[in-house]
């Protein structure tokens, strides 16, 4: 099952309805809400990231069913055993520019989506993280096109993804790791 999303086809996607969120920020934020909130539903992320929604428009409607499927498909890759997240940001086909700055989006949607609810956590490597989050949320988008600066993103934007995936599961574990203290008695 391929949980890929492409970047150019839903870069618009929020644009049409009523919100100032790009989808990679709206995708940040999805992803930091459900670390923190295991039974977040749909409505929980669109009325973060929408103003409203009229389902009886044809392109909102469909706006709307787009968002349901990176709802579905986040939270499939979150939980996903292989580790197969992808950050909703512009791609390596996109200028150096354009992918640093909706990394840098992607960053501040997530630290938005942690702050809806209280971070129940002491673990030093996640809050070591969330403050590393932050730094690169701050980054200069100004970043030069060239062979050293992409390698840098490259890492940058893997360090995001692994540290999204220790997070989640440090604030969610993975239900199938747990066994109930019932079945062992």
């Given amino acids: 099952m391929s949980f890929n999303f492409d970047y150019d086809e839903l870069k618009n996607v929020l644009h049409h309805l009523n919100t100032d969120d790009t989808v990679s920020s709206a995708h940040g934020i999805l992803c930091g809400f459900s670390c923190v909130k295991p039974d977040l ?105 060239s062979e050293q600066n992409e390698q840098d993103l490259s890492q940058i934007i893997e360090f995001v993804r692994m540290g999204t995936l220790l997070i989640q599961e440090t604030l969610q574990p993975s239900k199938q790791d747990y066994i109930s203290p019932e079945i062992l008695h």
Avoid at 77 to 104: G, K, S
């Fill in 41 to 145: 539903t749909l409505d929980d992320w669109l009325n973060e990231v929408l103003v409203s929604i009229d389902l009886n428009n044809v392109n909102e409607k469909s706006e709307h069913e787009t968002l349901a499927k990176i709802y579905n498909n986040t939270l499939l890759q979150l939980n996903d055993e292989t580790l197969n997240f992808q950050l909703l940001i512009a791609d390596e086909d996109c200028q150096l520019r354009e992918q640093a700055q909706t990394l840098i989006q992607w960053c501040q949607g997530f630290l938005v989506g942690l702050g809806l609810q209280k971070i129940q956590t002491h673990d030093e490597d996640v809050l070591e993280m969330i403050k590393d989050f932050s730094e690169i949320s701050k980054l200069d988008v100004d970043v030069l096109d």
